[in-house]
């Protein structure tokens, strides 16, 4: 009975056993999960391991890694734990924001830098030009204040002592008339002998003493013209006996030719007389012409029998309908220089001057670019170009 008691007690001792641990495997299956879990995964973070003693894990597929590993491996991250909340909380280091706004107001603080630079540069561009700009109105101011009649007192004044500087005799008068425009400069040149001591005509004085005081007078011009819209214009000339007009010089520009040189024949006529006979017969051209009897006309003559040319010069300062010649309708501008020319031909008739070629020019006095120009068949308007 011994035997059979022992057995019957291991029997139920067995039985305990496996119940309990049945109902231990049971409770612990509604709480925990078994997985499998993969160790030694290595974290590498630009060529550096990251991975320690906390080893990574890989469950289901899925790399577990220590927030704190990672966190503290990246530059300018705060990590901590809050308890009360359950939660990990990462935050940007505030040295490091701080260093990032420090970036950025250096990066500001060069860009300002450049753009002042630039403002400086363009304030010094700006500055050069309005200099360009001021000497640029200077010289138009000079071009505009010159005009031919200003040259020619310039002229009259430098040579007002002509007769003794250049021929030794004082008791010969100079005068000195200049017209053309901006292409062509002629100038005419008048002694009068009349009270003259070693003279009694042009033809008396040396071809030396008449080139001399002639070159001398164009040398004149250019200096007076430079600087102005006449700078670069051709200068021809003329040097005449105020009471024998056919004794003359001509100069082209590179040569010098003599009237008695010719045997030119004796002419009563002076083109002084002719231009004299222009004036007082247009003396109201203003109002017979334009209508306007505040403009002022005045008619001047030069040329010698081959060529004549004349120059009208209207003055608009007391002009009642027009501000300036641009004004005047082109009609009316040219049955003007035709009435002009129609007088000439008939005041030169019958002198050595009737078979001259005439042309022309009418200009307005105060501003001696608008001008009208004529050559003998065509007329051309300078505002029109």
């Known amino acids: 009975m011994t035997d059979l008691r022992k057995r019957l007690f291991f029997i139920l001792a067995a039985m305990l056993i496996t119940v309990v641990c049945t109902a231990s495997v049971v409770y612990a299956s509604s709480n925990m999960q078994t997985v499998q879990a993969y160790q030694g995964v290595r974290i590498l973070y630009n060529g550096q391991e990251l991975t320690g003693s906390n080893q990574p894990y890989i469950i289901n597929d899925t790399t577990y890694v220590p927030v704190r590993m990672i966190m503290e491996s990246i530059s300018g991250k705060d990590i901590y734990w809050d308890p009360s909340n359950y939660q990990v909380v990462i935050a940007d280091n505030t040295s490091t924001v701080e260093a990032a ?24 561009k700006i500055t050069t030009l309005n200099t360009k700009i001021s000497e640029l109105e ?37 005068s000195i008339k200049l017209s053309g425009d901006e292409d062509d400069l002629a100038y005419t040149i008048k002694l ?21 005081f002639m070159s001398a007078v164009k040398s004149r011009i250019n200096k007076e013209a430079d600087g102005t819209d006449y700078e670069d214009a051709k200068i021809t000339g003329k040097l005449v006996d105020n009471n024998y ?31 004299n006979e222009l004036n007082d017969y247009f003396a109201d051209a203003g109002d017979d012409y ?33 501000a300036n010649l641009t004004k005047v309708s082109k009609t009316k501008i040219k049955s003007f220089m035709s009435a002009v020319k129609s007088r000439i031909n008939k005041e030169a008739d019958g002198t050595d001057y009737e078979d001259a070629k005439i042309t022309g020019k009418l200009v307005d006095n105060d501003r001696s670019s608008y001008y009208v120009k004529y050559n003998g068949s065509t007329y051309t308007f300078s505002w029109d170009s």
């Open 192 to 212: 009068d002998f009349s009270y003259a001591d070693n003279y009694s005509n042009l033809t008396k004085v040396s071809e030396t003493k008449i080139k001399s």
């Open 290 to 322: 334009f209508s306007d009897d505040g403009i002022d006309v005045s008619v001047a003559l030069s040329g010698d029998e081959d060529d004549l040319a004349y120059v009208i010069k209207l003055d608009f300062s007391d002009a009642d309908s027009y």
């Open 101 to 124: 706004l420090r970036e950025q107001l250096t990066k500001k603080d060069t860009e300002i830098s450049t753009l002042q630079n630039e403002i400086s540069s363009l304030q010094s």
């Open 245 to 275: 007009s056919n004794y003359y010089v001509k100069y082209n520009g590179s040569k010098y030719t003599y009237s008695w040189d010719n045997d030119s024949s004796s002419n009563s006529t002076d083109l002084s007389e002719i231009e």
């Open 138 to 174: 200077d010289e138009i101011d000079k071009k505009d204040s010159t005009s031919i009649s200003k040259i020619e007192d310039e002229l009259d004044d430098y040579f007002e002592d002509a007769g003794d500087d250049y021929f030794s005799d004082d008791g010969i008068d100079v």
